[in-house]
C-alpha cells in the first residue's frame, strides 16, 4: 500500500542543493541533482552514518564516514553492486513535492531497525532488478 506526504514546495531545492525533512520519524534527504530529485533514507547502508552531509560528484554522493559511494539513481555502489541505500519515490503534484512512502519502503525500515545489538542492518542490492541497476 502506497502513502503519499507532502515534502515541501517544488522548486525550493535548488540544482546542487539538498533538504533534510522528517516523516514518520525518519530522516529522509531530498537532492536535486541536475534538475532530478531524488530521496532517501538519511542512515548509511554500511554502518548507518548520517549521509545528509556528503559530497555529491554529479548522481554520486559519498559517506562522509568511510568513504563509501552511491549512486543516487540507483541507491547503489556504483560498479559493484553491493549496499543499496533506501530511496523513495519523489514527484511534483499540485506544486508540491510528495514523497512516495509504499510497502517496500515500509518493510526496508525493518530490515535497517538495527540487530540485537542495537547496530543497523546493512542493506544489500537484493532484486535482480537491483542488482542490474547497479552495474550502471
Ligand atoms: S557508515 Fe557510510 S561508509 Fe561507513
Excluded: W
Excluded at 529522509?28 to 530521496?39: K, L, R, S
Amino acid at each position: 500500500m502506497s502513502r503519499q506526504v507532502g515534502i515541501g514546495v517544488a522548486g525550493e531545492i535548488e540544482p546542487g542543493q539538498r533538504k533534510r525533512v522528517f516523516v514518520d520519524g525518519r530522516c529522509i534527504v531530498v537532492f536535486n541533482v541536475d534538475g532530478a530529485i531524488y530521496a532517501i533514507d538519511d542512515s548509511c547502508p554500511h554502518n548507518g552514518a548520517s549521509l545528509g552531509n556528503g559530497q555529491l560528484e554529479g548522481p554520486v554522493l559519498r559517506c562522509p564516514a568511510h568513504g563509501l559511494r552511491f549512486d543516487l539513481r540507483t541507491g547503489c555502489t556504483p560498479g559493484t553492486g553491493g549496499l543499496s541505500l533506501i530511496k523513495f519515490a519523489v514527484e511534483t503534484v499540485d506544486s508540491k513535492l510528495v514523497l512516495n512512502l509504499d510497502e517496500q519502503n515500509a518493510v526496508l525500515t525493518n530490515v535497517t531497525g538495527g540487530n540485537a545489538a542495537g547496530q543497523p542492518e546493512a542493506r544489500h542490492c537484493a532484486t535482480r532488478q537491483e542488482k542490474q541497476q547497479c552495474k550502471v
